[in-house]
């Protein structure tokens, strides 16, 4: 499985952006997909994951009611839109995929592959 992440950018605090996730290759093995976000000199976090069928989501308080992310299966491809946009959410965002239920889906160990990054840069 190939994950490869886009539409990261610069906004001013209060914008929107909205990342992609295209995924390439044994698609079907993937079992849900997560977003997590690494600041300078912190350690990568997690900020969304979605089940396969997209029924099921789930967000840390710190971008709950903020972030949305969604799937379309047809397209294989996973985004996460993002509003009201803080200087805090400045991070490089990495998409990752699972292909089955081992470890936790908030934590980098539970994830078989990984997107190459996004930046997104929040101005004050």
């Known amino acids: 499985v190939q994950l490869q992440a886009s539409g990261g950018g610069l906004v001013q605090a209060g914008g929107s952006l909205r990342l992609s996730c295209a995924a390439s290759g044994r698609t079907f093995t993937i079992y849900a997909v997560g977003w997590f976000r690494q600041a300078p000199g912190k350690e990568r976090e997690f900020v969304a994951a979605?089940?396969?069928?997209?029924?099921?989501?789930d967000y840390p308080d710190s971008v709950k009611g903020r972030f949305t992310v969604s799937r379309d299966n047809a397209e294989n491809t996973v985004y996460l839109q993002m509003n009201s946009l803080k200087p805090e959410d400045t991070a490089l965002y990495y998409c990752?995929?699972?292909?089955?239920?081992?470890?936790?889906?908030?934590?980098?160990?539970?994830?078989?592959?990984w997107g190459q990054g996004t930046q997104v840069t929040v101005s004050s």
């Open positions: 979605i089940s396969r069928s997209g029924s099921n989501t």
């Open positions: 990752a995929a699972r292909s089955s239920l081992s470890g936790s889906a908030y934590y980098t160990g539970g994830y078989d592959y």
